[in-house]
Structures are given as structure tokens and as C-alpha cells.
């Protein structure tokens, strides 16, 4: 009867475990911003590389593994979903209808305004994941309001989307580090020669 005692107490300790174990899928942000950058901004092709052996060659299908290195390469955790924090985490969906619309429009508006701005460097990508005109000699007189004026309105875009993924996620609190992470994207998928913001100060790729 003793024996039994502790396990309601075990099964409290498990619940608990599961219910406060959630994390920020920071991977998964990744890939979903990536996903949502290259639509925007196109995607920039890049060489396929062959991966090798040691040998130099091609890598070899599959070695069989022992039965032992399987289970080192197993999370059992997240199996049963008890006590990973892996197994706790949602993926990030950027597939709502209002994330689609946002995106569709910020491709729109990149494509015929925004990236004649950039190629020419008068814009740049900050660090809070929005764009700026950082020099505005940089554009034709006839063209400085309309660039201006798509500027502005792709940042209210900019800050809806952060604000929308986290919602759209179930985690309105992750707004902020869904902004970062996009930030950080923006700037990685920036091409040749564009701007963008690091340290206080402004860079060129």
C-alpha cells in the first residue's frame, strides 16, 4: 500500500511538467520567417553541394546502427510527451489567411516600389525588423514621395505580421521575439549591396 502512496504525487509532479514546459520555438521562427522573407523579397538561388564522405565521395545511403546508438539518437522524452520541452512546442503557422494577405501585399508593394529603393541604397533593413530611408538623395525627386509613402505603409505591415504570427500561434507574447527573429532575417536574405542596420550604425552587404 506504501508502495502506491507516491503515485498520485508523481502523476501531480508529471502534469505540472508538461503544463508549464513551453517554450519559444526559436528553429522553427527561423524557418517560418525565412519562408516568409523569400516570398516577399524572392528567393535567391544557391549552389546545391554535393555532401561527402571521408572518402570523398558521396555519402553512403545509411550505416546500420546498433540498437544502442539508435536509443542514444532517440528523445524517449518526446515520445510520451513528458518532460521535453521539444515535445511542447507548437510549429510556427504563418498560413492564416491574414498572414497571407500581409504577405501578399508586402510582395506587391516590394516588387514595384520598395526594391528600386534598396538596389539604389536609399533604403535599408533595421534592427527592429522595419525599413527606413536612410538616404533619401539616393532617389529621384519624382520618385522620393512615393517611396516614402510605401515605406511607411510597409512598416505598418511589418508590425502587423510580428503581432499576427504570435496571435495567430496561440502566444501573443511572443510578439517581440517574432519580431527579432524576422529582424534578423530581413538582413540575412538582404542581397548584394543593400543596407542594413548593426551596432548603431549601417552596413553594406
Keep these: 500500500m506504501r508502495r502506491w502512496m507516491g503515485v498520485p ?8 511538467c508538461v503544463t508549464i514546459n513551453v517554450y519559444f520555438p526559436a528553429a522553427e521562427a527561423r524557418e517560418a520567417a525565412r519562408q516568409f ?11 546545391s553541394t ?3 564522405d571521408g572518402q570523398g565521395g558521396p555519402s553512403a545511403m545509411l550505416e546500420p546502427v546498433t540498437l544502442r546508438q539508435l536509443a542514444s539518437r532517440v528523445d524517449l522524452y518526446s515520445l510520451v510527451g513528458i518532460g521535453s520541452a521539444h515535445a511542447q512546442s507548437p510549429d510556427i503557422s504563418i498560413k ?9 501585399r508586402m510582395a506587391s ?19 527592429d525588423g522595419t525599413i527606413v530611408v536612410r538616404d533619401a538623395s ?12 510605401a515605406v511607411a505603409e510597409d512598416n505598418r505591415d511589418r508590425n502587423a505580421v510580428y503581432r499576427e504570427v504570435a496571435v495567430a ?8 521575439q517574432i519580431r527579432e527573429v524576422f529582424a534578423k532575417q530581413w538582413i540575412a536574405s538582404a542581397r548584394s549591396g543593400w543596407w542594413y542596420q548593426s551596432g548603431g550604425g549601417w552596413k553594406q552587404k
Aim: aromatic content about 6%.
Design 109 to 127: 508593394r516590394f516588387n514595384s516600389t520598395l526594391r528600386a529603393g534598396f538596389d539604389a541604397g536609399a533604403l535599408g533593413f533595421a534592427s
Design 37 to 47: 522573407v523569400d516570398k516577399v523579397i524572392g528567393e535567391e538561388p544557391q549552389p
Design 50 to 52: 554535393p555532401v561527402e
Design 138 to 149: 539616393k532617389l529621384e525627386l519624382r520618385d522620393r514621395v512615393k517611396i516614402q509613402q
Design 96 to 104: 492564416t489567411p491574414a498572414i497571407q494577405a500581409i504577405q501578399a
Design 9 to 16: 504525487v508523481a502523476a501531480v509532479m508529471v502534469t505540472a
Design 169 to 176: 500561434n496561440g502566444h501573443p507574447e511572443w510578439e517581440s
